[in-house]
């Protein structure tokens, strides 16, 4: 009998549930009902408090579309692991506790940077920790794509930017600047202001791996404006 763990951990985004079934459908090819599942609730929280259930295939029916976590999401920062909690417990001691006494063969997280920093701290501490990437910034180190990204993108295109572009404001001549989340990386603003959902791009982007000039910027927002009348700048929230 192969028993496997799931966990998401960090700040909430799409595809969560979908990234889950995907796991646990191939979970199930392979051992089919020599396999039990165990979702842990609110990320490392529930591993290190022992909060958790068990999950049956039904559990990873009608998921696949559904928004959020089905395990639930909390911040546990990767600073802080080594850190005793208000009750002076070891959180890694913790973490280690639960995974030997449910008698796991594997640990699967979600999450981003410091989630992942973590899954790797258990791993270095004996764990068998499977990590999968997520984060809408698209910035975990050694990924080529995060599952949350693409989603976030179009939503921000399309319920953003396309929304922007159909309203009166931009027909009756304003500058309007949308800032994009992404934190230190410029991926989900570029992918954004360059989709052409809207039919066209945006007219100015900036992102955080150009170092940005506010003299620059006014003298281009000036001059599209008097050419326009209008004008679209997207920017990262990581500009500096």
Partial sequence: MKRVGFLTSG?????????????????????????????????????????????NRSDFSGILTKGGTML??????????????????????????????????????????????TANLLSEEGLNVIGLPKTIDNDLYGTDHC?????????????????????????????????????????????????NYCGEGADLIYLPEVDFDLDAFTEKVKAIYEKNKKCLVVVSEGIH
């Fill in 11 to 55: 700040g909430d985004c799409q595809a969560l549930n979908a990234t889950m079934r995907g796991v646990a459908k191939a979970l199930y090819n392979e051992y089919g009902n020599d396999l039990e599942l165990i979702g842990f609730e609110d990320g490392y929280k529930g591993l290190m408090y022992a909060n958790y259930r068990f999950l």
């Fill in 147 to 195: 599952p949350g990204y693409a989603s976030a993108a179009k939503y921000i295109a399309t319920s953003v930017m396309e929304v922007y572009r159909d309203s009166t404001v931009y027909d009756t001549g304003m500058i309007t600047v949308v800032e994009c989340m992404g934190r230190h990386a410029g991926w989900l603003t570029a992918a954004a202001a360059l989709a």
């Fill in 72 to 117: 639930g999401t909390s911040r546990q920062p990767f600073k802080l692991m080594r850190v005793p909690d208000e009750n002076g417990l070891d959180k890694v001691g913790l973490m280690k506790h639960t995974y030997y006494k449910l008698k796991l063969d594997a640990l699967v997280v979600l999450g981003g940077n410091g989630s992942q920093k």
